[in-house]
């Protein structure tokens, strides 16, 4: 199936700094990718839509300024989680919904539906 | 608002057992229903999805019907394997491919 990849995996930061979480369709082109946001023993949370080529629309209480989203092309965003505190510590997570482009390369078989990435773990000090 | 909420875990179940994970829902409209799972290590894959009342949606053994008198989409598998254990979502579609998801429910199937 089809493959989105994140990077890092985990990452541990001090407070006070920024922390760039990468998300990558590896064979299909996404114009389109949704940042979620899981704390311990709950459900995901959509954070925001990363839109290519035009700016991220955020969902209601999540602060724009903390979370800058960037769709640099049709095939990365990246969220920055900007002045990292302790309570930012979360497990992120990006999925990309089937587009209809497909990358060159060994022919896959997609479905209409999202492909998730494997998720980011930071925690904060 | 939508919202859904499924069966708290975790459930340990031995090899071939009946499973049942229930998830209910609450939305405006007829959402698309889903089941993801998630094995360690990966990403959230779509296991099955129903998109209209009474649809049953199945894949690898499992099954759900959409119930719309229950709001319900309970998912089912006669015999559980091993390599079943896994987390597992249900969530639904508010439109333009949002998600919202259930807490999750971590499955484990003994030998």
Redesign the interface.
């Known amino acids: 199936?089809a493959v989105?990849s994140q990077h890092p995996s985990r990452v541990i930061c001090k407070s006070g700094t920024s922390v760039k979480i990468e998300c990558r369709s590896l064979d299909f082109q996404a114009t389109?990718m949704?940042w979620?946001r899981q704390f311990p023993?709950?459900?995901?949370?959509?954070m925001a839509?990363s839109n290519e080529g035009s700016k991220a629309t955020y969902e209601q209480g999540v602060e724009k300024d903390k979370f800058l989203i960037n769709h640099a092309s049709l095939t990365l965003s990246t969220l920055t989680v900007t002045s990292a505190h302790p309570e930012d510590s979360s497990f992120y997570?990006c999925?990309a919904?089937w587009g209809g482009t497909p990358l060159a390369g060994p022919h896959i078989e997609f479905?209409d539906?999202?492909?998730?990435?494997?998720?980011t773990r930071l925690t904060v000090l | 608002g939508n919202s859904?909420t499924q069966m708290e875990g975790p459930v340990t179940l031995s090899e071939e057992a009946f499973l049942t994970i229930n998830c209910t829902y609450t939305a405006t409209g007829y959402p698309s229903l889903f089941w993801?799972v998630q094995y360690p290590?990966?990403?959230?894959?779509?296991l099955l999805?129903a998109t209209k009342a009474d649809d049953k949606g199945s894949n690898k053994g499992f099954e759900a019907t959409y119930r719309k008198e229950t709001t319900s989409f309970h998912l089912e598998k006669g015999s559980v394997q091993v390599s079943d254990s896994a987390v597992y979502?249900c969530a639904l579609s508010r439109g333009?491919?949002?998600?919202?998801?259930?807490?999750?429910t971590r499955l484990t199937i003994n030998p």
Do not use: D, H, N, R
């Not at chain 1, 023993?41 to 959509?46: A, G, I």
């Not at chain 1, 539906?113 to 998720?119: E, V």
């Not at chain 2, 290590?41 to 779509?46: A, D, N, R, S, V």
């Open positions: 199936g989105v389109t949704f979620y023993k709950q459900s995901l949370m959509l839509t997570i999925s919904p479905t539906t999202q492909y998730f990435g494997p998720g | 859904v993801y290590g990966e990403g959230l894959q779509l999805k979502f333009a491919q949002k998600l919202v998801f259930g807490q999750g």
